[in-house]
């Protein structure tokens, strides 16, 4: 397997603009990649990714390289949900754990909530969180009430169950 990028290696090819969070060129690498010209594609996955020498990375990832000089141990979390805005005041290095409690709601979500569903057998609003289930409510509002509640005291982030917003 190939080595990784250094910070050495990566800030001689790259220039990062952490109020951006936008990676260009320093210098001209052929016809696809010219000095001053902004690196990385977004990907269908709502990521942008850099090829450095044949190798793709992600540019979350890369942020925290040059930032810090290594990568980070584990996860790389978006704290605003958007995948692409990779400021560095965005992005915090988290567990496994950690990312899956800054979930932002699902666009197919029909209760409006993460953690709250319609429970058909009940005729009953459900809270559901990490697959376990906190009861059934006759009012949706007594539903949320109590995800939230979870989700605070299980130590979610503050964005846990926000719909993404182009402006965070």
């Given at each position: 397997m190939d080595a990784q990028i250094n910070q050495e290696q990566l800030k001689e090819l790259l220039h990062y603009d952490p109020e951006t969070g936008v990676?260009?060129?320093?210098?001209t690498l052929?016809?696809?990649?010219?000095?001053g010209d902004v690196a990385g594609?977004?990907?269908?996955?709502?990521y942008i990714y850099i090829k450095i020498r044949q190798k793709l990375y992600r540019a979350h990832r890369l942020v925290w390289l040059y930032t810090h000089g290594k990568?980070?141990?584990?996860?790389?979390?978006?704290?605003?949900?958007?995948?692409?805005?990779?400021?560095?005041?965005?992005?915090?290095?988290v567990t496994q754990t950690e990312n899956n409690r800054n979930q932002f709601i699902p666009t197919?979500?029909?209760?409006?909530?993460?953690?709250?569903?319609?429970?058909?057998e009940k005729n009953r609003w459900k809270v559901q969180i990490a697959r376990v289930s906190y009861g059934r409510f006759k009012s949706k509002g007594d539903a949320v009430a109590k995800a939230k509640k979870?989700?605070?005291?299980?130590?979610?982030?503050?964005?846990?169950?926000?719909?993404?917003?182009?402006?965070?």
């Open positions: 990676f260009k060129w320093k210098n052929g016809s696809r990649a010219k000095a594609t977004l990907n269908g996955n709502g990568f980070p141990e584990n996860h790389i979390d978006h704290i605003n949900g958007l995948r692409d805005d990779n400021r560095i005041i965005n992005l915090r290095a197919n979500n029909t209760s409006g909530h993460i953690g709250v569903g319609w429970d058909t979870v989700y605070k005291e299980l130590g979610f982030h503050e964005n846990h169950g926000k719909r993404v917003t182009a402006n965070g």
